[in-house]
């Protein structure tokens, strides 16, 4: 029989040699997953391709014309993304309208046929010029989205007025001339004829309809033209109404109206008035207020189912239904 000494001398053999089996097992999948990762790295690598001052095109019946030109291109076919420094070119509508861009850097997806766009982006097309922080454009879609720090400027030379937004967010659909704001939404209406006042507008979101000529806004609405500024949840401009008999804006719910009125030859005053609807008839200068309408004049509170506020007058014309009268 075995002493224990023999015991203990057979006993640390075994676990000496099962231990070096072992860790030699554990080096070999080691080297295995070494060699998979620089596997992966070398076929990742050997899929791009680099190139200075590149063009890149994409044409055929069945695809949107696309055109990037850009000062660095790195071209990765696994991915199938182009990686870009100074990116500029030229993308078209179905209706082959061209929509310009260019930016500090980005890259193109292939596949989904987006192109990324960031730092100092600028877009343009026919209708609008963009400049913002970032961009996507989604060919199949054809919609802008931008962010950050985003300006847009629209032109409408029929109607011989330019449209300038400020705000956090914009989807713009150029085949559609359609543009959603979205965030700190602030801008202005210019007209090009020098004598006619500028509207400056705010609120948390805004649609411009540009075929329709008429924007729609909502939450903390604030319309301003030279004196007057008007206040609500809610409203519209019909922008091509402007020298028209016929309202120019609308507003709706919790309507407030601060009015600096200038009367010839007499001292200025604020007037206040309170409604739950208005209409702005710019041609006429003068403002509708309906809906539980209330005026604020001097010492004087006036109500009435309609009542209309003229510019830079005193006189203040009351329907009460059942008689009308004017106050001056």
Same mark, same amino acid.
């Given at each position: 029989?075995?002493?224990?000494?023999?015991?203990?001398? &057979?006993?640390?053999?075994?676990?000496?040699?099962?231990?070096?089996?072992?860790?030699?097992?554990?080096?070999?999948?080691?080297?295995?997953?070494?060699?998979?990762?620089?596997?992966?790295?070398?076929?990742?690598?050997?899929?791009?391709?680099?190139?200075?001052?590149?063009?890149?095109?994409?044409?055929? *019946?069945?695809?949107?014309?696309?055109?990037?030109?850009?000062?660095?291109?790195?071209?990765?076919?696994?991915?199938?993304?182009?990686?870009?420094?100074? $990116?500029?070119?030229?993308?078209?509508?179905?209706?082959?309208?061209?929509?310009?861009?260019?930016?500090?850097?980005?890259?193109?997806?292939?596949?989904? *046929?987006?192109?990324?766009?960031?730092?100092?982006?600028?877009?343009?097309?026919? @209708?609008? @010029?963009?400049?913002?922080?970032?961009?996507?454009?989604?060919?199949?879609?054809? &919609?802008?989205?931008?962010?950050?720090?985003?300006?847009?400027?629209?032109?409408?030379?029929?109607?011989?007025?330019?449209?300038?937004?400020?705000?956090?967010?914009?989807?713009?659909? $150029?085949?559609?001339?359609?543009?959603?704001?979205?965030?700190?939404?602030?801008?202005?209406?210019?007209?090009?004829?020098?004598?006619?006042? $500028?509207?400056? &507008?705010?609120?948390?979101?805004?649609?411009?309809?540009?075929?329709?000529?008429?924007?729609?806004?909502?939450?903390?609405?604030?319309?301003?033209?030279?004196?007057?500024?008007?206040?609500?949840?809610?409203?519209?401009?019909?922008?091509?109404?402007?020298?028209?008999?016929?309202?120019?804006?609308?507003?709706?719910?919790?309507?407030?109206?601060?009015?600096?009125?200038?009367? $010839?030859?007499?001292?200025?005053?604020?007037?206040?008035?309170?409604?739950?609807?208005?209409?702005?008839?710019?041609?006429?200068?003068?403002?509708?207020?309906?809906?539980?309408? *209330?005026?604020?004049?001097?010492?004087?509170?006036?109500?009435?189912?309609?009542?209309?506020?003229?510019?830079?007058?005193?006189?203040?014309?009351?329907?009460?239904?059942?008689?009308?009268?004017? &106050?001056?």
């Amino acid at each position: 029989m075995l002493n224990w000494r023999q015991n203990a001398t &057979l006993s640390a053999f075994f676990i000496i040699c099962f231990g070096v089996i072992f860790f030699s097992a554990t080096l070999n999948m080691d080297d295995d997953r070494f060699s998979n990762n620089m596997d992966d790295s070398a076929d990742s690598l050997a899929s791009e391709s680099y190139f200075k001052r590149a063009d890149y095109y994409l044409v055929g *019946k069945d695809k949107s014309n696309f055109h990037l030109f850009s000062d660095e291109l790195i071209h990765n076919q696994s991915l199938r993304q182009l990686i870009l420094t100074g $990116p500029n070119g030229v993308v078209f509508s179905r209706t082959g309208e061209p929509i310009y861009y260019s930016s500090e850097s980005g890259f193109y997806d292939v596949a989904r *046929k987006f192109l990324h766009l960031n730092r100092s982006v600028v877009v343009r097309s026919r @209708t609008a @010029t963009i400049h913002s922080d970032s961009l996507k454009y989604d060919d199949e879609n054809k &919609l802008v989205s931008a962010k950050g720090d985003v300006f847009s400027k629209t032109q409408n030379y029929d109607q011989f007025y330019e449209v300038r937004i400020n705000s956090d967010e914009l989807d713009y659909f $150029p085949e559609r001339e359609l543009m959603n704001y979205r965030g700190s939404v602030d801008g202005k209406i210019e007209r090009k004829r020098l004598y006619e006042a $500028p509207v400056f &507008l705010k609120a948390d979101k805004m649609t411009f309809k540009m075929i329709e000529k008429m924007a729609t806004l909502d939450g903390n609405v604030s319309i301003k033209k030279q004196g007057v500024t008007a206040l609500s949840r809610s409203g519209e401009i019909f922008l091509e109404n402007y020298n028209k008999k016929l309202k120019y804006f609308a507003l709706y719910d919790d309507v407030i109206v601060k009015e600096l009125v200038k009367p $010839p030859g007499k001292k200025s005053f604020e007037r206040k008035s309170y409604s739950e609807k208005l209409e702005g008839h710019n041609s006429e200068g003068k403002i509708v207020l309906l809906g539980y309408p *209330k005026v604020y004049q001097h010492s004087d509170v006036l109500k009435g189912n309609i009542i209309i506020l003229r510019e830079n007058s005193e006189t203040i014309e009351v329907d009460d239904a059942n008689t009308n009268f004017k &106050l001056r």
